[in-house]
């Protein structure tokens, strides 16, 4: 079957998590960056995820920042001798090697999924993602362990409990039962609507936002259907005028960006464009993915991204486990 890998590796991720929840991972985490400006380094996926991470701390009252590895040689002055978290499912990526060369951190923190890369070799403290070996080209259960150590960590910086191993145990159990059940078959459902469609905008605020750029890239990767992520708020400033008959918006909800995210909902009604929400609910809107409790939802979000992914991919006759022109790291 197409994307046999991609999607044996989706569901893998609750394993994963439990995972996370049994280890110190966070807790390293948390104890390696405590008290120090953070950079989070990355590229494509890693990138997002570092965009997450980065929100999390700033929300616990850290500076922590996002930088793309690629534009590192244009932006670098502002982050010498930072703390840098480089984050890479491979630990390969040229871009990124090269980017902590210029950076030339005070402190270098690999968080990878492979312990004795060039990227773990090189770094003063290693946090592994614990994902296991990833196949498929469209990077999934890397992405949401990582995913799920920077949000722990920060949550424990601050001082909060409302992430804990009991909590995203429970987000692993909730995301389980969705992909065990018959909630996977209205996302198929969907992406043969979707994947007759020109395009496909993803709108969110807050913690949404990076997630909507991983969903909108995930779409690209493993269907070739074109697709971009936007903040909520920032869509309406223009970029709604893309929004007709023959595109789509999917809105990431949650009870704190519910306001901002149904108002480009409501008016891509009146341009006829097809509208889902992963999250909650919004409206009689169709809702895509698993409800679970607010401390890990973005998980949740994430994996409904990746199943909608994939399904486009199988509606499109894609091989979304080798998309054509990439491969698993950039040389």
């Known amino acids: 079957?197409?994307?046999?890998?991609?999607?044996?590796?989706?569901?893998?991720?609750?394993?994963?998590?439990?995972?996370?929840?049994?280890?110190?991972?966070?807790?390293?985490?948390?104890?390696?960056?405590?008290?120090?400006?953070?950079?989070?380094?990355?590229?494509?996926?890693?990138?997002?995820?570092?965009?997450?991470?980065?929100?999390?701390?700033?929300?616990?009252?850290?500076?922590?920042?996002?930088?793309?590895?690629?534009?590192?040689?244009?932006?670098?002055?502002?982050?010498q001798d930072a703390c840098v978290v480089a984050l890479s499912q491979s630990g390969r990526s040229a871009d990124l090697l090269e980017a902590i060369d210029l950076l030339a951190p005070s402190r270098l923190v690999a968080l990878t999924n492979d312990a004795s890369s060039p990227l773990a070799l090189r770094a003063e403290i290693v946090i592994d993602a614990l994902a296991g070996p990833e196949i498929a080209v469209p990077a999934s259960k890397s992405v949401t362990s990582m995913a799920a150590i920077l949000l722990w960590a920060a949550a424990l910086t601050g001082g909060k409990r409302n992430r804990t191993a009991e909590t995203l145990q429970e987000t692993a159990e909730d995301v389980r039962a969705w992909l065990d059940g018959a909630g996977v078959d209205d996302v198929v459902d969907a992406a043969r609507r979707i994947?007759?469609?020109?395009?496909?905008?993803?709108?969110?605020?807050?913690?949404?936002?990076?997630?909507?750029?991983?969903?909108?890239?995930?779409?690209?990767?493993?269907?070739?259907?074109?697709?971009?992520?936007?903040?909520?708020?920032?869509?309406?400033?223009?970029?709604?005028?893309?929004?007709?008959?023959?595109?789509?918006?999917?809105?990431?909800?949650?009870?704190?960006?519910?306001?901002?995210?149904?108002?480009?909902?409501?008016?891509?009604?009146?341009?006829?464009?097809?509208?889902y929400v992963i999250g909650a609910r919004s409206g009689e809107i169709p809702l895509l993915g698993p409800a679970t409790g607010e401390a890990f939802n973005s998980l949740a979000w994430l994996v409904a991204g990746q199943f909608l992914a994939l399904s486009l991919g199988r509606a499109n006759y894609v091989e979304s486990d080798s998309p054509r022109g990439l491969a698993k790291w950039v040389h």
């Open 195 to 275: 994947a007759r469609r020109r395009s496909v905008a993803v709108v969110a605020a807050g913690y949404g936002v990076p997630v909507a750029y991983e969903l909108a890239l995930k779409i690209k990767e493993a269907s070739y259907v074109h697709a971009e992520g936007f903040a909520a708020g920032e869509f309406r400033h223009g970029s709604s005028a893309m929004l007709d008959a023959s595109g789509v918006i999917i809105g990431i909800v949650d009870e704190a960006s519910r306001d901002i995210v149904h108002r480009p909902l409501a008016e891509a009604a009146e341009a006829e464009a097809a509208r």
């Open 1 to 79: 079957m197409l994307g046999a890998h991609f999607e044996a590796e989706i569901r893998e991720q609750p394993d994963v998590w439990r995972r996370i929840a049994a280890s110190d991972q966070a807790q390293r985490f948390a104890a390696a960056v405590a008290g120090r400006d953070v950079l989070f380094l990355g590229s494509g996926s890693s990138l997002f995820v570092g965009m997450l991470g980065a929100l999390a701390f700033r929300r616990r009252g850290m500076r922590a920042y996002a930088l793309a590895a690629t534009e590192a040689r244009f932006d670098r002055n502002a982050y």
